[in-house]
């Protein structure tokens, strides 16, 4: 059973333009939602995360939006750069505290001039 | 502070052999992962440590061992290496909500 399903597989968008990740999970006790940006041969690293006590979270170009009636979150890169082509996970956790990630499986993202 | 990391980088095993990955953190983390990522896949957790001497399995331990002693390292082993282990490996660690992720190792089983 898939706790966080990520949509779509593959995004290609133009130089400029906004870029958009959905993500829907099932469990309601999840209450930390981040977003994981990987370049090609390289590790994970945190982009952005939201609690559920906001509806938006934005830091420089990119925007979380979350919708806790409709158990979903999604990214937006505004103005998006080739140098953003990466592969973005979105995940979840239920609990406070340290338990593991629930990872959805990934956008691969190609900004093209 | 070097972070998260892991060796080897790269390796090629034969079915049957047996192989640990190294993962070691110098940020005094108690929390530490082991991810595997397959094409399309996203990342599944294989096994997770909250300290050293406790660990537990993650969604796809069966062929992996782990073992904590120190705060500082948090190996894999695969003891009867399988073509479908072939993967890349993640290692990361977590203080708080943010997970520090190391370089990966990409193993292959032939």
């Known amino acids: 059973q898939q706790q966080v399903k990520q949509s779509p597989q593959s995004l290609i968008v133009q130089k400029g333009g906004i870029s958009i990740i959905n993500c829907a999970y099932e469990n309601t006790a999840f209450d930390y939602f981040p977003w994981y940006q990987q370049f090609p041969g390289k590790g994970p690293a945190l982009l952005i995360a939201?609690?559920?006590?906001?509806s938006e979270k934005k830091e420089g170009r990119f925007t979380i939006s979350f919708n806790k009636s409709a158990k979903q979150f999604s990214l937006h890169i505004m103005d998006s750069q080739p140098g953003d082509s990466a592969t973005y996970f979105c995940?979840?956790?239920?609990?406070?505290?340290?338990?593991?990630?629930?990872f959805g499986k990934g956008t691969r993202l190609s900004v093209i001039a | 502070n070097a972070g998260v990391t892991q060796t080897p980088k790269f390796r090629i095993l034969k079915i049957g052999q047996s192989m640990t990955l190294q993962c070691a953190q110098d940020m005094n983390h108690n929390y530490m992962y082991w991810y595997r990522q397959d094409p399309g896949m996203g990342l599944k957790l294989i096994y997770y440590s909250v300290g050293a001497g406790i660990t537990d399995k993650g969604e796809v331990p069966n062929g992996y061992n782990v073992s904590r002693s120190t705060t500082e390292d948090f190996p894999l082993r695969l003891e009867l290496a399988a073509p479908s282990q072939t993967s890349v490996y993640f290692c990361a660690s977590s203080y708080r909500d943010e997970q520090f992720f190391g370089p990966g190792t990409r193993l292959t089983v032939l």
């Open positions: 939201i609690r559920p006590d906001v």
């Open positions: 995940a979840a956790r239920r609990d406070s505290g340290n338990t593991p990630l629930v």
